[in-house]
Structures are given as structure tokens and as C-alpha cells.
């Protein structure tokens, strides 16, 4: 049995007393039942070396190495540092990434199931993740609204749709012109079931989404950035507060989350790796979605 303790009223679930380098599989079982429950999970007081968050990783599903890679770990390809360390002037992991609400992969056909970050540097202040319940958003829209959106699907890409200036600070991380060409157009539902749980949750209507489906631009984006206001209110959001040695995993498919700007002098570093949901778990909907996507790239 593992020690849960529940974070918030809103999501998340804390584990205590369990090394994620010596999991039996029933151990493991119940973690990702906590996972899929809890959304966020976090694993205080782990000590990691790559290949340990690989292998831990690896057990919610296959890992996909970041678009950004010249800041994977010399170790392994899957692990990419986030860090606003510099050597020689050079910078060592990457800096502000993900400073807008978003979730993570959206921008791909199969998406991420789970993102893993391993606290491995705090910075004195602030470097907080905000994460806002998107079962709980969907739930929350008024039955016409719900109606309005259930069956609209979204056209993805790479970025953060409301801040296109690149060198922003809370811009989407830039990437290369090799980087950027093996982005895609691709689409997905804005409710989607989610495929693990079935529960109904808005999906990355912040972030990557920049038009739906057979709708004029202005009327889209001003339907999504409703929706964005809507889904990170307050009363859905978890501030999650990072400790040395903390693994943290999310829900990509039930959550939006942001990460804080943090001072540039103050350091601080994560590895993150992000596995991606499987295949087999599309829906037929996703199924008609690469169908268009494949029409329109
Ligand atoms: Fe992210």
C-alpha cells in the first residue's frame, strides 16, 4: 500500500515512503490508478539517475524525445533539461519554457498522456506550475455552451496562440526552421473523452489551438480564447510548489498547465520527459481528425 495524501480540493495527490526505482508491479498498479485519479502526482524525496527516470517514466507509457533537442541529457535522449543555468555563456538546459497554459503535445497528432518532471533545483523564489482541472472546466461550461462546443474540433500547431512574438519571454520556446518544418497542422476534439477515464474534459483550448473546424478565424478564436478564460479561472487551478527530489507526473489529457517565470539569476533546474498516450487509445473522432489533418498538411 502507498501513503496518498490529497493536495487541493481541486486535484492532485502526494506520495510518500515509495522509491520510483524499486516499484513492484502492484506498487506501480496503484500509482497510476492515483495518477489517473489524483491528475497531478507528486513522489517526494526521490533520488534519480537518468536511466531510473527513464525506466520510471517508461511505465506510463513510451517516451518521445522533444522537438528541442539541443537540450536533451547527454545520458538519454528522452530526459530534456530545463534549467536557466549558463555555462561560459552558453545556456545549459531550456530557459521559461511553457509559461502560458497549455498541454503538452497538443500540437501532435497523438498527444502526451503524461508529462514526468524530476526536481533536481529550486530556485529561492517562485518556479511554480499552475494546473487547472479541465473535467472540472468542462463540467463547469452552462448546457448551451456545452451543446455549442461538443462536437467542434480544433486545429492545432506549434506555439502559444496569444503571444506570437517568438522572443517573449511567455512566447511558445522558438524553434529551428529544420525544427519548425517537422511541425504539422493537425487537429483535435475541444471536449474529449479522456482515453483512459472516458470523463469528458475541455482539451489544450489554450496554447496550441489556433482555429476550429469549418469556422471563420474571428468567430474561432474568439469561441477559444472564451473557452481559455473559462477553463483557468481560479476555481480550477492547483499552484504546485516544487521541493528538491520531487517527481511530479500530469495528466496531460484532463489538465492545462503554465509554468511561473522565475528570476534568471536565481538557479534553478528539472528534468522533464514526456510519454505519449497510445495509439490504440484513439478515439473515432481522432480517428476522423487525422483523417482531415492528413487533407489539409
Ligand atoms: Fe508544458
Do not use: C
Not at 48 to 56: G, Y
Not at 60 to 77: K, L, R, S, T
Request: glycine residues 6%; proline residues 6%; charged residues 20%.
Amino acid at each position: 500500500m502507498v501513503n496518498l495524501q490529497t493536495l487541493s480540493p481541486i486535484l492532485g495527490l502526494e506520495i510518500t515512503g515509495v522509491d520510483a526505482s524499486r516499484l513492484t508491479e502492484s506498487a506501480f498498479a496503484e500509482i497510476e490508478r492515483a495518477f489517473f485519479r489524483g491528475q497531478v502526482l507528486i513522489l517526494r524525496g526521490q533520488k534519480l539517475s537518468p536511466a531510473q527516470f527513464v525506466s520510471f517514466a517508461r511505465r506510463f507509457g513510451p517516451p518521445e524525445p522533444h522537438v528541442i533537442d539541443q537540450f536533451h541529457h547527454a545520458a538519454d535522449p528522452n530526459i530534456l533539461i530545463l534549467s536557466n543555468r549558463r555555462k561560459d555563456g552558453a545556456p545549459l538546459g531550456l530557459a521559461d519554457a511553457g509559461t502560458y497554459f497549455h498541454s503538452d503535445y497538443s500540437y501532435l497528432q497523438v498527444p502526451a498522456r503524461a508529462t514526468l518532471l524530476y526536481s533536481i533545483e529550486v530556485p529561492r523564489s517562485g518556479g511554480h506550475t499552475l494546473f487547472a482541472n479541465q473535467y472540472a472546466a468542462y463540467d463547469g461550461l452552462a448546457e448551451p455552451m456545452k451543446r455549442r462546443v461538443d462536437s467542434l474540433v480544433a486545429i492545432h500547431h506549434y506555439g502559444n496562440r496569444n503571444v506570437p512574438d517568438e522572443m517573449s519571454r511567455t512566447a511558445a520556446s522558438s524553434l529551428t526552421d529544420e525544427q519548425k518544418a517537422k511541425m504539422p497542422l493537425i487537429t483535435h476534439p475541444i471536449v474529449r473523452s479522456h482515453p483512459v477515464t472516458g470523463r469528458k474534459a475541455l482539451y489544450a483550448v489554450s496554447g496550441s489551438s489556433y482555429g476550429i473546424v469549418g469556422m471563420p478565424d474571428d468567430e474561432a478564436l474568439e469561441l477559444l480564447d472564451e473557452l481559455a478564460a473559462h477553463a483557468t479561472q481560479e476555481r480550477y487551478v492547483y499552484r504546485l510548489a516544487y521541493r528538491v527530489g520531487d517527481v511530479v507526473v500530469w495528466d496531460n489529457a484532463s489538465l492545462l498547465h503554465s509554468a511561473t517565470l522565475t528570476d534568471p539569476d536565481d538557479p534553478r533546474t528539472l528534468w522533464r520527459i514526456t510519454v505519449k498516450e497510445a495509439e490504440a487509445g484513439l478515439s473515432a473522432v481522432d480517428v476522423l481528425a487525422a483523417s482531415f489533418a492528413s487533407r489539409v498538411s
